[in-house]
């Protein structure tokens, strides 16, 4: 490593939880850093200028210290700072240590520091595609992981907004209310899809990584350079199919003649009224999208 990374931490991680483990796990760092606050709600116009600064000194090397949101946000800042200093992603190099709630984005997990989850060997590194959506006419926005709209996107807006003090006590307590909570109030969406026509769905995942939301898991995933997504769609699902396949989920397992699956590069999502869209946990309002993926973005550590 040529010079010390910067560490993006984000504080507010896990419920509140992030600041102390940031403090747990600075002695245990195995290199001195530059440390940069990115506390939540993320202001993106200060991310950007903060990262420009630290990438016109030279700096290559970043670690994502928060959840799956703080590495969502940290390399949709990079993006967008890199292409204002006309510096290549591809010379960039991602990190990151777990200290949020379900730390997807390490699973399944290999290595810790200070009992924490990390990804932090920059001698060891791997070109990865990258998946973004985007509405009609608007900017990118890029995820490591895996995007959803439906019952998942419904339940993990919940989980980030109203479950604060919930996720102090216990993450996966959190994320089980959300779940059974949104699963009870939701009502199918009625949407027009890219392969599948009008259909009313419960949920549509476009899937990297096959681990999501804690303990669920989809069959499979794909390879961070295989330059597909995995398409998962729930089709009109009943309160107790839902339960079911939930259920499933927690076994990695899914099947049903309303469950179907495929491979793509590009996806499409049209609807007459806004539904919630997410990507890496964190979720917006849309009514048109696409969904596609960029060849050999960014470096990631192993």
Not at 57 to 62: I, L, V
Not at 214 to 236: K, R, V
Not at 280 to 289: A, K, L, M, P
Request: hydrophobic fraction near 40%.
């Amino acid at each position: 490593m040529k010079s010390p990374p910067v560490l993006l931490v984000n504080p507010t991680a896990c419920g509140g939880k992030g600041a102390a483990r940031w403090r747990k796990l600075q002695s245990a760092l195995p290199f001195p850093a530059t440390v940069l606050d990115i506390s939540a709600p993320f202001d993106s116009m200060a991310l950007d200028r903060a990262l420009q600064v630290q990438l016109q000194k030279g700096k290559r090397h970043f670690v994502a210290v928060g959840g799956d949101g703080t590495c969502n946000a940290m390399v949709n800042g990079l993006l967008r700072a890199s292409a204002a200093c006309n510096i290549p992603s591809s010379e960039l190099i991602f990190g990151a240590i777990g200290t949020g709630s379900s730390n997807d984005f390490h699973k399944p997990i290999s290595t810790r520091v200070a009992g924490f989850p990390c990804r932090m060997n920059f001698e060891s590194t791997l070109l990865t595609d990258l998946c973004w959506w985007a509405p009609t006419d608007g900017p990118r926005t890029y995820f490591l992981l895996n995007a959803s709209l439906g019952l998942t996107a419904e339940a993990n807006g919940y989980f980030n907004h109203h479950l604060h003090t919930v996720k102090r006590i216990s993450t996966p307590l959190a994320i089980f209310w959300a779940a059974l909570r949104t699963l009870f109030l939701y009502r199918n969406l009625s949407l027009r899809l890219c392969l599948y026509g009008n259909r009313n769905i419960t949920n549509l995942a476009i899937v990297r990584n096959q681990h999501f939301s804690g303990d669920f898991a989809y069959p499979t995933g794909e390879t961070p350079d295989s330059g597909h997504f995995h398409i998962y769609l729930c089709d009109n699902l009943s309160k107790w199919e839902s339960l079911r396949t939930l259920r499933e989920f927690l076994r990695g397992r899914f099947f049903g003649s309303k469950l179907h699956q495929c491979r793509g590069t590009t996806f499409y999502v049209h609807s007459e009224t806004p539904f919630w869209v997410e990507a890496d946990g964190e979720v917006s309002r849309q009514t048109h999208i696409t969904f596609g993926i960029d060849r050999g973005r960014v470096q990631l550590c192993t």
